[in-house]
């Protein structure tokens, strides 16, 4: 049973530490994306990629927030330096670009910066 | 870019009772696809249904239907013998017919009542 996974699902840090959360998509797939929950803002979409190249990440504070895939099994996700702002839930993406396809989604990495 | 409302934040239902969840949408696009997903508590989101823009006939998946109306764009989900668990926020999501990024609505919360 093909699955996102992403790692860690829980992240407590302090104010100023660097933050990086990881995420391995679906054998196959060759989109990415990573998103942000929160109460107030709802889902954001942040990043996403094609074929490992960034396709747009607008939705990402630039000064603090990068988003890389190393290799076509790991996307990364990192903050620094965190603030407690970005205390939410990140959620990784993951989709085949072609059709009508779904995005399967992982399971989400609470964040919370104190 | 594309928008996508969901204009009732929650809803509730009677468990076995019928429940139809708004979801409307911007474009000039003729051709794109259209999504519901589920999230429970777990926050773990799943796709419970989509439709392509191009076929007329409405989706079904067993409890899950949706009314489709294009030249409303209008996508609505209906849930008919509700269960327990139903219960979860509900995304209505957009993507294009050649574009990868999907634009997701704010959500609605739905309540199953016992």
């Known amino acids: 049973d093909a699955r996102v996974t992403q790692t860690p699902r829980h992240k407590v840090t302090e104010m100023g530490q660097e933050v990086t959360m990881r995420c391995q998509p679906i054998l196959g797939h060759n989109t990415v994306f990573w998103y942000r929950q929160t109460m107030m803002q709802g889902l954001e979409l942040l990043a996403y990629?094609?074929?490992?190249?960034?396709?747009?990440d607008s939705g990402m504070p630039k000064d603090r927030f990068s988003a890389e895939m190393p290799d076509a099994t790991l996307a990364t996700l990192k903050i620094q330096p965190s603030e407690p702002r970005d205390s939410a839930v990140y959620f990784c993406?993951?989709?085949?670009?072609?059709?009508?396809?779904?995005?399967?989604f992982g399971p989400g990495t609470r964040l919370t910066v104190t | 870019a594309q928008t996508v409302t969901q204009s009732q934040p929650e809803m509730s239902v009677q468990e076995a009772e019928t429940v139809t969840l708004s979801c409307t949408y911007d474009?000039?696009?003729?051709?794109?696809?259209l999504f519901w997903y589920k999230q429970p508590p777990s926050r773990q989101m799943i796709l419970v249904i989509r439709q392509e823009a191009y076929k007329q006939q409405n989706a079904t998946e067993n409890r899950f239907s949706v009314n489709f109306q294009k030249a409303a764009k209008s996508f609505s989900l209906k849930i008919s013998d509700s269960q327990l668990g139903d219960a979860a926020m509900y995304f209505c999501?957009?993507?294009?017919?050649?574009?990868?990024?999907?634009?997701f609505g704010t959500g609605t919360s739905l309540t199953v009542i016992p």
């Open positions: 993406a993951s989709g085949v670009g072609a059709g009508p396809y779904e995005q399967y």
């Open positions: 474009t000039s696009e003729s051709d794109y696809y």
């Open positions: 990629f094609r074929n490992r190249a960034p396709l747009d």
């Open positions: 999501a957009y993507r294009s017919y050649t574009g990868n990024q999907f634009y």
